[in-house]
């Protein structure tokens, strides 16, 4: 079905608590495994339809933001969304103390079980207030950035119109876009410091009432870590200056002799790697899709199928336009069994990083599409984002033609930010730790912390360059801050294995793909680690991981300088 006839119905917390109470009864009173498993795949379909239509919502949302009926019913989902959450409580809380737990542990899984033990942790209906708090002031956080109009070269221009100036080779022209960006942020700081601090209070605040003594714990379980405990994060960012930092110090270095600008870099003089400028697909966005198109239908079968359903189902929305929120994402409608990608080209190489990202993530969960229940199709979201940068890089076989003669400097600039990303991930997830580890700071001492964090983690930066900026203000520009607490560091393990991949592609683009698969098959069956050790790759975690991306990473960068 096209997604423009996909029916949206606002969903009804009482009816949906009615039919609730209707499954939940069959399922207590089950005498068999055969009814209890019946029951419990009722719920399964009731939740992912309402899931649907919470999707279904956004997504109209996002696309555009001007729509005043999705935006009333975006408006609704957030009041409501707490409800839902409460809802799908009450079912879990039936199903961990089942007496057919057993068997449908054998026939679903365990990891389904301890995910549900997990999400009663994480929730209470006590939290509601709070949540919808949270959730509206997230909505308000959007809109802001959206609201963003921006007079430059002559037009008007939203943030993401304005980010390929912010990457011109006209050293005028990209300092001129990074301060009007910079004034933006200025001129909404204090409301965006007052969101903020909002937050951490609603969240701290929401942890407390769950007897915890900050919100980390809360964030950690609100993201369902089920392998890994913040002492194994901080280990990971703590190899991450040991090995990457000095990396990609030595890249920006070489960037800056390239480039002829001055080390340490500017946050905007960081921005262009190259003096010419930095690598740009060849033709339209059109082109784009129908590269991408191709790309698909020769890396597999499976990949042919499905973009052939994204593109005769209207399932990617990705041109930018005014009024569209910001950003790139993927979700799903699962009563349709489809992925839909959202993103916003903007003529830069990042068009073709967000069509190969989002359509691997969408890729997986087309593969995912029949397994049932819903919970095991997905797994936990750093595991995701190993689906999508993967992806990325098998991306590359059709470099040429997305780039044409940039093919080269286009590989160049990917693997470069792939490397260059991890310190920025590690940082905004430190920042985070601190933050919810002493909710009573003042906005001030925020900045002065991510200030005191970027010297760090990003010693290539001269402070004094790009006001806001060198403000230490720049994680106001980060969204996941505001809205998915503790998420960011889910893209550093990713990319950490998305790198594992990439050495291994460079010795068989047949051995990387059959991992790949392994591993996208086993959806969400599998913890990330576990799901690593199917790849038959070493776990981020280990030490050994990091230090050998890096090396190899290195090695090909320093060939091509
Ligand atoms: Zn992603």
Redesign the pocket.
């Given at each position: 079905m096209k997604f423009s006839e996909m029916k949206y119905e606002r969903p009804d917390p009482e009816a949906a608590k009615q039919r609730a109470e209707e499954i939940k009864t069959a399922f207590m009173k089950a005498g068999s495994f055969e009814e209890a498993e019946a029951a419990f795949l009722s719920w399964d379909r009731f939740t992912f339809h309402i899931e649907t239509m919470i999707s279904l919502a956004y997504t109209r949302h996002s696309i555009d933001t001007t729509d005043e009926y999705f935006e009333q019913e975006v408006d609704y989902i957030d009041q409501v969304s707490p409800v839902f959450t409460e809802i799908q409580q009450s079912f879990t809380k039936l199903l961990v103390k089942t007496a057919f737990r057993p068997q449908l542990e054998k026939k679903y899984g365990k990891l389904l079980f301890l995910n549900a033990e997990i999400f009663l942790q994480a929730f209470s209906p006590e939290i509601i207030p709070e949540t919808q708090q949270t959730n509206a002031l997230e909505t308000e956080y959007q809109k802001l950035i959206a609201s963003a109009q921006i007079s430059f070269d002559g037009k008007t221009l939203t943030l993401s119109q304005l980010a390929p100036y912010k990457q011109s080779e006209n050293d005028e022209v990209r300092r001129a876009a990074w301060l009007c960006d910079a004034q933006f942020y200025r001129e909404n700081g204090d409301r965006l410091d007052q969101i903020f601090d909002e937050l951490v209070k609603l969240r701290t605040g929401k942890a407390k009432k769950l007897g915890y003594d900050n919100f980390v714990k809360l964030g950690y379980l609100q993201m369902n870590r089920n392998c890994y405990t913040p002492e194994d994060v901080a280990k990971f960012r703590e190899s991450i200056v040991k090995y990457i930092v000095p990396v990609a110090e030595k890249l920006y270095r070489e960037q800056a002799e390239r480039t002829g600008l001055p080390y340490p870099l500017t946050f905007a003089d960081a921005a262009l790697h190259f003096r010419d400028g930095n690598p740009k697909p060849q033709g339209t966005p059109e082109d784009i899709l129908a590269i991408g198109k191709k790309l698909y239908h020769e890396l597999s079968e499976e990949t042919a199928e499905f973009i052939d359903v994204m593109l005769d189902n209207e399932l990617m929305d990705v041109l930018s336009k005014k009024g569209k929120a910001s950003g790139g994402y993927?979700t799903e409608f699962a009563d349709y069994k489809v992925p839909f990608i959202f993103a916003n080209f903007n003529g830069t190489a990042d068009d073709v990083e967000v069509i190969t990202?989002?359509a691997g993530?969408a890729f997986a969960f087309y593969t995912a599409r029949d397994i049932i229940p819903s919970d095991n199709k997905s797994p936990t979201l750093e595991a995701?984002?190993i689906h999508?940068m993967t992806m990325e890089f098998f991306g590359w076989r059709e470099s040429e033609a997305f780039f044409g003669k940039d093919a080269e400097k286009f590989r160049y600039h990917h693997l470069f930010g792939a490397l260059t990303f991890l310190p920025y991930g590690a940082m905004v997830d430190h920042f985070q730790h601190i933050v919810y580890e002493k909710p009573e700071m003042s906005p001030q001492q925020r900045h002065t912390v991510w200030k005191e964090l970027t010297a760090t983690y990003m010693p290539w930066i001269n402070l004094d360059g790009t006001p806001f900026y060198g403000e230490g203000k720049g994680w106001q520009r980060q969204l996941h801050i505001y809205e998915n607490p503790f998420y960011y560091i889910d893209y550093c393990f990713a990319q950490t294995v998305a790198l594992e991949f990439w050495v291994i592609m460079q010795q068989s683009h047949e051995e990387a793909w059959s991992r790949y698969r392994k591993l996208v098959n086993k959806a969400g069956t599998q913890t990330f680690t576990e799901l690593v050790r199917t790849a038959g790759l070493p776990s981020p975690f280990e030490e050994t991981a990091l230090r050998e991306v890096a090396e190899s990473a290195m090695r090909f960068l320093q060939q091509r300088r």
């Amino acid at each position: 079905m096209k997604f423009s006839e996909m029916k949206y119905e606002r969903p009804d917390p009482e009816a949906a608590k009615q039919r609730a109470e209707e499954i939940k009864t069959a399922f207590m009173k089950a005498g068999s495994f055969e009814e209890a498993e019946a029951a419990f795949l009722s719920w399964d379909r009731f939740t992912f339809h309402i899931e649907t239509m919470i999707s279904l919502a956004y997504t109209r949302h996002s696309i555009d933001t001007t729509d005043e009926y999705f935006e009333q019913e975006v408006d609704y989902i957030d009041q409501v969304s707490p409800v839902f959450t409460e809802i799908q409580q009450s079912f879990t809380k039936l199903l961990v103390k089942t007496a057919f737990r057993p068997q449908l542990e054998k026939k679903y899984g365990k990891l389904l079980f301890l995910n549900a033990e997990i999400f009663l942790q994480a929730f209470s209906p006590e939290i509601i207030p709070e949540t919808q708090q949270t959730n509206a002031l997230e909505t308000e956080y959007q809109k802001l950035i959206a609201s963003a109009q921006i007079s430059f070269d002559g037009k008007t221009l939203t943030l993401s119109q304005l980010a390929p100036y912010k990457q011109s080779e006209n050293d005028e022209v990209r300092r001129a876009a990074w301060l009007c960006d910079a004034q933006f942020y200025r001129e909404n700081g204090d409301r965006l410091d007052q969101i903020f601090d909002e937050l951490v209070k609603l969240r701290t605040g929401k942890a407390k009432k769950l007897g915890y003594d900050n919100f980390v714990k809360l964030g950690y379980l609100q993201m369902n870590r089920n392998c890994y405990t913040p002492e194994d994060v901080a280990k990971f960012r703590e190899s991450i200056v040991k090995y990457i930092v000095p990396v990609a110090e030595k890249l920006y270095r070489e960037q800056a002799e390239r480039t002829g600008l001055p080390y340490p870099l500017t946050f905007a003089d960081a921005a262009l790697h190259f003096r010419d400028g930095n690598p740009k697909p060849q033709g339209t966005p059109e082109d784009i899709l129908a590269i991408g198109k191709k790309l698909y239908h020769e890396l597999s079968e499976e990949t042919a199928e499905f973009i052939d359903v994204m593109l005769d189902n209207e399932l990617m929305d990705v041109l930018s336009k005014k009024g569209k929120a910001s950003g790139g994402y993927c979700t799903e409608f699962a009563d349709y069994k489809v992925p839909f990608i959202f993103a916003n080209f903007n003529g830069t190489a990042d068009d073709v990083e967000v069509i190969t990202h989002e359509a691997g993530h969408a890729f997986a969960f087309y593969t995912a599409r029949d397994i049932i229940p819903s919970d095991n199709k997905s797994p936990t979201l750093e595991a995701c984002e190993i689906h999508s940068m993967t992806m990325e890089f098998f991306g590359w076989r059709e470099s040429e033609a997305f780039f044409g003669k940039d093919a080269e400097k286009f590989r160049y600039h990917h693997l470069f930010g792939a490397l260059t990303f991890l310190p920025y991930g590690a940082m905004v997830d430190h920042f985070q730790h601190i933050v919810y580890e002493k909710p009573e700071m003042s906005p001030q001492q925020r900045h002065t912390v991510w200030k005191e964090l970027t010297a760090t983690y990003m010693p290539w930066i001269n402070l004094d360059g790009t006001p806001f900026y060198g403000e230490g203000k720049g994680w106001q520009r980060q969204l996941h801050i505001y809205e998915n607490p503790f998420y960011y560091i889910d893209y550093c393990f990713a990319q950490t294995v998305a790198l594992e991949f990439w050495v291994i592609m460079q010795q068989s683009h047949e051995e990387a793909w059959s991992r790949y698969r392994k591993l996208v098959n086993k959806a969400g069956t599998q913890t990330f680690t576990e799901l690593v050790r199917t790849a038959g790759l070493p776990s981020p975690f280990e030490e050994t991981a990091l230090r050998e991306v890096a090396e190899s990473a290195m090695r090909f960068l320093q060939q091509r300088r």
